[in-house]
């Protein structure tokens, strides 16, 4: 037991850059503090006095601000930062190495006994305010986006964003990818060309507007190249054929109606019916 609270202790100073001593994290760390309320009850809940362990676990909610059902099942060097809002349902089960932030919930979309919880497997990462609902497994090494609503499995060592949750990024992927490769420089040439502006966002994040996007771009790019090529097969063939330049792209015209789709959203926000704006 004494080993388990050590570990634990150990798991915070790992995870959290502003724990300065073991006094301080056992005194003032809610989330240990639940953590530790939870495995005293979860050891009256199996030696059956239920009522008993969830009275402790209701207390510990009131002191703490995190609910965990005496009955969930907790992996070692469990970790909860901030911890306000946290709720564990009865039969979700958390791996080793877990973490959460505030205002996550591992709860079920089902009012029928049995398993109605998620299975969190070891390394799992949950984002502030995300919520896993339903009787389903999130892979090892998973990663949950801040406020993304989770109603399906997800796959080990996969990112997952948005509502409802999508994944966004696997570390390995079903299928292999293709063998398309264009160099770096090329292709940074064609966004600028196509005036395409990813706001600072590298092509290793995830996010799937961007990079639907640059699909795209490499597709026309390819596509240009390839027309440029059959020009010149045509130029061979026939003298008088004269290929024509691809004229460029108003790249103003697209910033001024970037800046009026954003004025209209900003109105449609405000007013809740969208206007167009007087600038525009």
Known sequence: MFKQVREDIASVFKRDPAARNWFEVLTTYPGLHALLFHRCNHWLWNKGAKWLARWFSTFARWFTGIEIHPGAKIGRRFFI??????????????????????????????????????????????GA?????????????????????????????ATVVGIPGRIVLRSQPDEPEEDLQIDPELRAAA????????????????????????????????????????????????KNFKAVEMPDLPIDDLADLEEAVEDCQLDDLETGKAKPSSES
């Open 81 to 126: 930062d901030h911890g306000m809002g946290v709720v564990i349902g009865e039969t979700a089960e958390i791996g080793n190495d877990v973490t959460l932030y505030h205002g996550v919930t591992l709860g079920g979309t089902s009012w029928n006994k049995g398993k109605r919880h998620p299975t969190l497997e070891d390394g799992v990462i949950v």
């Open 129 to 157: 305010g995300a919520k896993i609902l339903g009787p389903f497994t999130v892979g090892a090494g998973a990663k949950i986006g801040s406020n993304a609503v989770v109603n399906k499995e997800v796959p080990a060592g």
């Open 191 to 238: 966004q600028k060309r196509y005036g395409f502006d990813a706001y600072g966002i590298s092509e290793e994040m995830p996010d799937p507007v961007a990079k639907s996007i640059r699909g795209l771009l490499d597709h026309l790019y390819l596509m240009d190249g390839r027309m440029d090529k059959m020009c010149q097969a045509l130029q061979r063939l026939d």
